[in-house]
Nanobody, 123 residues
Framework: QVKLVESGGGLVQPGGSLRLACAGPGVAFRTLVMGWWRQAPGKPREFLAAMTSNGEEEIADSVKDRFVIIRDNPEMKLYLQMNALKPEDTAVYYC?????????????????WGQGTEVTVSS
């Protein structure tokens, strides 16, 4: 069982930045595709970014000018650097791990999810 733990969420003012972290897959991190999703209140879960172990990445158009996905293979951690945050970025942010198809579509029986970390963007 792959256990993922997100951290780094909190309250931030509009225009601010946060860096979320995801840890937990252990040695499986070396081979798994890792990704970030979010779910805002009353909305479906939304794909944000994914990265393979060799650095191939995809970032959603809605955030690609503000969010950066970072993968630290030696430390086995995945990060999401979020800049120029807006109130509409308020959501619970999740990391996931699995295959490329699973991570980017969010629909695979072998996909692993963390419990999420809450981000609130408000003045």
């Amino acid at each position: 069982q792959v256990k993922l733990v997100e951290s780094g969420g909190g309250l931030v003012q509009p225009g601010g930045s946060l860096r979320l972290a995801c840890a937990g897959p252990g040695v499986a991190f070396r081979t798994l595709v890792m990704g970030w999703w979010r779910q805002a209140p009353g909305k479906p879960r939304e794909f944000l970014a994914a990265m393979t172990s060799n650095g191939e990445e995809e970032i959603a158009d809605s955030v690609k000018d503000r969010f950066v996905i970072i993968r630290d293979n030696p430390e086995m951690k995945l990060y999401l650097q979020m800049n120029a945050l807006k109130p509409e970025d308020t959501a619970v942010y999740y990391c996931n791990a699995g295959t490329w198809s699973g991570v980017t579509t969010g629909t695979s029986p072998t996909l692993h999810w963390g419990q999420g970390t809450e981000v609130t963007v408000s003045s």
